[in-house]
């Protein structure tokens, strides 16, 4: 018997070309969705990408370009590090190409219109109006018509097919009735021409086109921004000493890359020589520069300040963090909002459902106005094909998506799908852990007490830490690092209580109260009046003292980030619960959970029951936003509505997690919350427009108001409505990224 086994399936996004509005996009869409071996395919029109989720061993992306050809669209397939250069240069050449044919269409639309408004009468009129319009309708309109047959040929419509339809019936119409005025003379009507509408719907229609593009490379500054913080070429350091400069994509795991003064960093690595202050606000958000030493990390994107330096390629290519957050940017302004699905289904069947309009109109016509119903009903029917826009419905969502986005990263809130942009409005409850989310994440000396007040002290103090491996002696170190060493002997690191050492003949000690205890050593009421009150506050207290007595005590604690308290005062403004989930123990929890105003705290919990947590308030109907920084949030970050990771957190944190808080900041998250209410309002604003654009203009188009007031809508003001509508819509969208 054959056994079937599942095929794993590829994920992969390609730039789609040739499409020209919201209906293209469905189309195109479906054309891949149809083809044996994909599972999931979605166009996003706004940027123009097909995320598509296949079999590879069914189908490849190849077959989904030969797909998309006949139907009139293509496909880019290109290695990523290029593709973006050539869908710009793509994008620049269909521009500049659209700008000739809009400023050719307008310039030879002026005198068809002049003739058609003022001039009716005059010698000619009519040959002169053919002469300009031919040229608009069939060359710098052609791609109209070669559109809409492609589609024809699939038994589909898009907004191409409208237009085509519209402009060619009104083009063959005014050509009858120019050379066969006696059809109509003799049914004692006149014989009128419409070619200004037509050159004119096809020049605005263009010059619609043309704003909209555009708009389009407008909301999508925020991944060229991005991508300019990569240098194109590296210095690396061959075996011999020698250098040799190369391109950024030569790069291999393990060069050693030489970083001179004022240079970006090209790719993730490790220091490996010399030392440094690197800028990483790109990162974090933070101005001021970072000291890198030997084995610290560097990201790519940064940019070294004063000192030069040697570091080892740990991460190249795709899998540096900066091309993790380009590649971050460009799909959450790929993915689809919910709304967008929906709307989606609405441009696919709206082109069908014009038609039909279209057509019940010039029937009606035909049937209710005896005289003159023949020449009306085409008139009412090329205009309702004229004014109905699906690129306004279109162009509703995405566009505010992306600007969204873009504006996110921009202020350091990297959005990785719609989907979240779209719930974070909801959100009723936020779940934070504790270390490295509202904490530093790393302990530091907060207090320090000493007996008498001594270099000599802090010195030995410093020298003897300094030779400790013990992760609190880091933060004395740092905590006294502008102090000198002194040669001291005989260290000794004593496990589970501290270290020793001798200087000028006496032991010095370093470490926890039991070390002293042990070694008989007096410890001073003062002294022990402190340590004592810190013990409350949840620190970790560490003596340092001599053979007869304890000549300082120092509190150690993960220092609470300077804007955590304000972030949680303004989540708890904004009517939002708040929930502290730490591993650490009761004692440091409460502390914590007191000094930053968190009602809500759990301590000594464990990575599921974290998740547990986050199902629990589910169950009572919250929408959930999980905030965390390392592997042990991954799988609550995963069950929440709402995943946000800490940008200094591990990678794990932040590839589970649908946003990335760059710089660690907590305010961030209330600015996130509100860029998500600003989004979907834009949103929902946009939708608007596009319907009640579409409910008015279409009955008027199909001469409603005759009966009432005699009025008939010309279709070269339908052009301009139809035009106008995309551009309002786009442009309501750009308005987000002023607003505070």
Not at 98 to 119: C, E
Not at 328 to 351: C, E, H, R, T
């Amino acid at each position: 018997m054959a056994t079937t086994h599942k095929q794993t399936a590829i994920k992969e996004s390609f730039p789609v070309l040739n499409m020209t509005c919201a209906g293209c996009a469905a189309s195109s869409e479906s054309t891949v969705k149809a083809l044996p071996g994909v599972r999931e395919a979605s166009v996003n029109f706004a940027n123009a990408m097909l995320t598509v989720e296949y079999e590879p061993d069914t189908t490849n992306p190849t077959t989904m370009q030969e797909a998309l050809q006949s139907v009139g669209y293509d496909l880019l397939l290109e290695d990523e590090s290029t593709q973006q250069e050539t869908l710009e240069a793509l994008h620049e050449k269909k521009y500049r190409s659209l700008k000739n044919r809009t400023i050719w269409a307008i310039i030879s639309s002026l005198p068809v219109v002049v003739i058609g408004m003022f001039f009716m009468d005059m010698p000619y009129g009519n040959e002169i109006m053919l002469l300009f319009s031919t040229p608009v309708v069939l060359w710098l309109g052609r791609d109209f018509f070669i559109n809409a047959w492609k589609q024809a040929k699939h038994r589909s419509a898009n907004m191409d097919t409208l237009v085509a339809l519209s402009t060619g019936i009104a083009y063959i119409f005014s050509l009858f009735n120019m050379v066969y005025p006696e059809f109509w003379n003799a049914r004692g009507l006149e014989a009128h021409v419409y070619f200004e509408a037509a050159a004119v719907i096809i020049a605005f229609i263009l010059l619609g086109k043309l704003l909209e593009e555009r708009a389009k490379g407008n909301t999508s500054s925020a991944i060229k921004k991005l991508m300019g913080l990569q240098p194109k070429n590296v210095v690396v350091m061959l075996p011999d000493g020698t250098e040799k400069q190369i391109a950024i994509e030569d790069v291999r795991l393990d060069n050693i890359i030489l970083v001179k003064p004022g240079e970006k960093i090209a790719v993730d690595g490790i220091v490996t020589s010399g030392n440094s202050y690197v800028d990483e606000s790109m990162l974090s958000g933070e101005p001021i520069p970072v000291e890198k030493r030997e084995n610290e990390k560097v990201f790519a994107g940064t940019i070294n300040q004063k000192g030069s330096f040697q570091f080892k390629a740990t991460k190249v290519g795709k899998d540096t963090m900066l091309a993790q957050i380009i590649k971050m940017v460009q799909d959450a302004q790929g993915s689809k909002a919910p709304v967008q699905k929906l709307v989606d289904k609405i441009a696919g069947i709206f082109v069908p459902v014009v038609m039909g309009v279209a057509l019940v109109t010039f029937i009606l016509w035909l049937v209710l106005d005896g005289n003159e119903g023949l020449v009306h009903g085409l008139l009412a029917a090329v205009t309702v094909l004229v004014i109905a826009c699906p690129c306004a419905l279109g162009l509703a969502t995405p566009t505010a998506i992306m600007v969204g986005v873009g504006k996110g990263a921009e202020r350091g809130i990297l959005i990785k799908d719609a989907e979240s942009l779209e719930l974070a409005k909801n959100v009723d409850a936020i779940i934070l852990d504790k270390t490295g989310t509202i904490t530093e994440g790393k302990p530091e000396v907060t207090d320090a007490r000493w007996l008498r007040d001594n270099d000599t002290d802090k010195q030995l103090l410093f020298s003897l830490e300094k030779q400790s491996e013990h992760p609190l002696a880091d933060a004395v170190v740092k905590h006294l690092e502008s102090t000198q060493t002194l040669p001291i002997s005989s260290f000794d690191s004593i496990t589970g209580k501290g270290a020793k050492a001798v200087f000028e003949g006496e032991d010095y000690y370093a470490g926890n109260k039991k070390l002293l205890t042990e070694n008989g050593i007096q410890i001073s009421p003062e002294l022990q009046q402190y340590a004592d009150t810190w013990s409350t506050q949840s620190k970790t207290v560490i003596w340092f003292a001599n053979s007869q007595e304890a000549l300082a005590v120092l509190a150690i604690s993960d220092k609470i980030k300077e804007t955590s308290v304000e972030a949680i005062q303004q989540l708890k403004d904004m009517e939002i619960e708040l929930y502290m989930l730490t591993g650490d123990n009761e004692a440091t929890a409460k502390a914590i959970a007191e000094q930053t105003g968190i009602p809500h705290y759990e301590a000594e919990v464990l990575p599921q029951q974290k998740a547990d947590f986050v199902k629990k308030l589910h169950q009572q109907g919250k929408v959930v936003a999980m905030v965390g920084d390392g592997i042990n949030d991954s799988t609550a970050l995963a069950t929440a509505d709402v995943s946000i990771a800490m940008g200094k957190g591990s990678d794990i944190a932040m590839d589970v997690a649908k946003m990335t808080i760059i710089s660690s900041d907590l305010k961030k998250i209330p600015e996130a919350i509100r860029l998500s209410k600003q989004t979907v309002a834009t949103i929902k604003q946009n939708l608007f427009w596009a319907f009640i654009y579409n409910l008015i203009g279409i009955p008027i188009a199909a001469g409603i108001l005759y009966p009432i007031n005699g009025f008939l809508l010309n279709p070269m003001i339908a052009g301009a409505a139809m035009a106008l509508s995309s551009v309002s819509v786009v442009s309501n969208s750009l308005r987000l990224k002023w607003k505070k």
